[in-house]
């Protein structure tokens, strides 16, 4: 479990300007939307939780910094030079992210000059992608009709005292990082460099990660729309083997290491008859394994479908040695490991099959953000900016507990989050799609 020492956020220094934003606060005659310093959000949400830490002071319990405006900001910003970059895959509302980073910085604190390196970290080096581009209130405008991100994104490692000398030669003051575990390390190196070199420059994250497997973030930006996409595969995978004789259809979702937009889509429109998890074993032979499961179902229903998480059945595959530029392992093949499965088990079987194949992967990946999820977004960039312009650095935006909060990135790279085998989630699905508790 993560402590109150390690959830403490680190910041540049004594915070000295007034806050442009005073200006709205000023018509409300109170203090209402300044974050107090001295206030915490609480990581424990139950009575339950909270009593098990026995009687240890509230001070003391592990909470969070809140997101927020603070009075008192770091930067000046008349002179404060900001630069935003996009990193690893696409998700549905980066653009959403960089929109509202660019308004929150130009039109409430009049930060003007913003600028967005192109394709990743490999852009912060000079000569490895294309030039930085300025970005303005107009540029950003419309950019959120379209998925994917206008900055553009890549992979694979980066020289990270490079990177400093760049920022220090653009005299950037502030970074903001928005990417997943991989470019969360990066933006920590970032942030360590120049906390070594004694560079007052604030590196913020957003994270983005579209299978919501950051922990203590609460749910991640575009999640909501990746799961609603992936839902409408289910749909269109049903509909199609409702239609045909012995019909299986398999649905492979993203999830690498955590299973959550295989059950929240799946849970979208009760479509589903199997979901296969990374965090749930299950085998395939046997009386109680997938394949005489499925047989049974189909030989019920007429009909099955299995939704997929890209990580599921890895246990059950030969390990693929391969890595991508930036070193994540290449997953085995489950999918069609599964798919040659079934078809053989319904053959030595000699039950009729049609099996039909979805893998709706980059089409989730590239959709705009919905309005639920642009509006997260926003959110979560203008606290990134408060948070920046506070001094803050070395930190991702959450929202744990449905609270805005400052994390140190360290805390969050260090573990992912996952769906709890024994938890009420997990249990959802089961009840949703009455598939056997055990399949091991
Ligand atoms: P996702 O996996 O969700 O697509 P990601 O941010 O994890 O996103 P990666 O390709 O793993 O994607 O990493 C993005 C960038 O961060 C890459 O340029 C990678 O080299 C860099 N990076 C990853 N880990 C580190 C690290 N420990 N130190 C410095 N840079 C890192
Ligand atoms: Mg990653």
Request: negative net charge.
């Amino acid at each position: 479990m993560v402590t109150l020492e390690e959830l403490q956020v680190r910041t540049l220094g004594e915070c000295k300007y007034d806050s442009p934003l005073s200006d709205y606060v000023a018509a409300r005659a109170t203090n209402a939307y300044y974050v107090a310093e001295t206030d915490r959000v609480l990581i424990d949400d139950t009575i339950s939780l909270l009593s098990a830490r026995g009687d240890t002071p509230l001070t003391e319990v592990p909470s969070f910094e809140p997101g927020g405006p603070r009075r008192k900001i770091f930067f000046d910003p008349k002179k404060t030079k900001v630069g935003i970059v996009t990193c690893g895959g696409l998700c549905p509302g980066l653009n959403d992210v960089i929109r509202a980073i660019v308004l929150e910085l130009f039109e409430h604190y009049g930060v003007t000059d913003i600028t967005g390196f192109k394709n990743g970290y490999a852009g912060l080096v000079p000569g490895k992608a294309p030039d930085p581009i300025t970005l303005t209130p107009a540029f950003v405008e419309t950019i959120t009709d379209r998925g994917g991100t206008v900055l553009g994104s890549s992979r694979g490692s980066q020289n990270i005292p490079q990177i400093v000398d760049n920022l220090v030669h653009r005299e950037i003051d502030i970074l903001f990082v928005i990417g997943g575990d991989g470019s969360m390390r990066g933006a920590h190196a970032i942030a360590e460099e120049a906390l070594a070199r004694q560079l007052p420059i604030a590196v913020v994250g957003v994270p983005k990660t579209i299978d919501n497997d950051i922990p203590l973030i609460g749910t991640s930006f575009g999640f909501q729309t990746a799961y609603a996409k992936a839902a409408e595969s289910i749909k269109g995978a049903r509909v199609e083997v409702e239609a045909a004789i012995g019909g299986v259809g398999v649905v492979k979702v993203m999830g690498r290491a955590a299973g959550f937009i295989a059950c929240y889509a799946a849970l979208a429109n009760h479509d589903a008859d199997f979901v296969l998890i990374p965090e749930v074993p299950f085998n395939l032979q046997g009386e109680n394994g997938l394949l005489a499961t499925l047989r049974k179902r189909v030989k019920e229903r007429g009909s099955a479908v299995i939704v997929l998480a890209e990580g599921a059945g890895q246990h059950l595959t030969p390990a693929s040695r391969r890595t991508d530029a930036s070193g994540n392992t290449v997953l085995g093949d489950f999918a069609g490991f599964l798919r040659a499965q079934i078809a053989r088990d319904f053959k030595d079987h000699d039950e009729p099959l049609t099996l039909r194949y979805f893998d709706p992967g980059y089409m989730i990946r590239s959709v705009p953000a919905d309005a639920a999820d642009s509006v997260y977004c926003t959110r979560l960039a203008q606290a990134a900016v408060h948070a920046a312009m506070a001094g803050r650095t070395d930190m991702v935006i959450g929202r744990p507990r449905h609270r805005f909060a400052h994390v140190p990135i360290s805390v969050v790279v260090k573990n992912t989050q996952n769906v709890n085998p024994d938890g009420d989630l997990w249990l959802s699905v089961l009840e949703s799609t009455a598939q056997p508790f055990n399949m091991s």
